[in-house]
Each structure stands twice: as C-alpha cells, then as structure tokens.
C-alpha cells in the first residue's frame, strides 16, 4: 500500500463488524482509518492532515446516528464534498430517500455481498479523484484554471 492508496474512514458501532470491514478494505489495497460512533468522526476530521477519499457510515449507531452525522457534515463546507456510502441493517421503506436528501451516494442494506460494497467504494473513490487528475492537464489551459480551482477546492472563490 502506497501513500497514494486511497483513505476510507468507516463509522460502525459493532466491533466485529468494524474489524472485518478493516481488514477486507486493506486486503483490497486501502488505507482504512475506524472510529466507533457518529460523534467520533468529527474529532477525527479535524485532526486528520487530509479529507479521506471516502465515508462509510452505518446508519444505526447510539448517540448521533448516521444520518444526523451526513446533516452535520453538509453544514460544514470543509466536509460537504465527503462522499458518503450508507450501511444499515434497517430496512425502512423511507431511508433510501431519506439518506439520499441528507447526502448520502448509496445505501447498502446489511448483510450485503463484500465484493459489492468493494465494487461501489472502487468507483466512488474513482469519481471524487478525477478532478485532481485533471488539474495539472488543465491548469495549463488559462480559462480552465478557475474551473479546476474551484472542483478542487468547493467554496473558494476565485
């Protein structure tokens, strides 16, 4: 594993479940950082040199839920641009909806296939590092600069 390999923060309550999500993330070439509740994240994120490249959060956890942890980080624009992905064992007729209008890219219900949920972070993780592959190419264009500036860093004004 590179420094460049891709961060991912995992939020879960079950420390097995945590355990097991580590393991698998680094045996497919991750970095993975673990903390165990909604309100742990936010430590970890001020303190963290750089944004992970991805959140995977579990929706039911004591205290501040998942969805009130996607609610806190669209408030705050130093974390709004997180790509979140969902994991729940609820099966709620309404949480899709719910998590997708709190921010959330995917919800995944518990027990879900692992190559799956590997699959799913492989192209989130693919989409949010495309603009910074592409800024060295356009910054050399003048008229893309402000562009690519501002895909790289949400709520800078140029």
């Known amino acids: 594993m590179s420094e460049n ?9 079950n420390p097995i479940l945590l355990q097991g ?15 165990s509740s909604g309100a742990a994240i936010f430590p970890f994120l001020e303190r963290a ?3 992970p490249d991805l959140l995977l ?3 039911m956890m004591p205290g501040m839920t998942g969805l ?18 969902l994991i729940t ?13 709190a921010g959330a890219l ?6 879900f296939p692992l190559a799956e949920l590997i699959g799913r972070i492989e192209a989130r993780v693919r989409r949010a590092r495309e603009p910074r592959r ?6 050399s264009v003048p008229a893309a600069r402000v562009a690519v500036r501002a895909l790289a860093e949400p709520g800078r004004e140029s």
């Open 49 to 51: 040199p750089a944004l």
């Open 57 to 59: 959060l579990d929706v």
């Open 134 to 139: 592409a800024a060295p190419v356009l910054e």
């Open 5 to 13: 390999s891709p961060t991912i923060l995992v939020a879960d309550d």
């Open 21 to 35: 999500l580590s393991r698998a993330l680094v045996a497919a070439g991750y970095r993975v950082h673990t903390v």
């Open 68 to 85: 009130d942890v996607l609610r806190r980080l669209g408030e705050d624009p130093r974390w709004s641009a997180l790509p979140v992905i």
């Open 89 to 101: 064992a609820a099966s709620v007729e309404h949480l899709p909806l719910t998590a997708q209008q």
């Open 106 to 111: 995917e919800l995944l219900i518990k027990p």
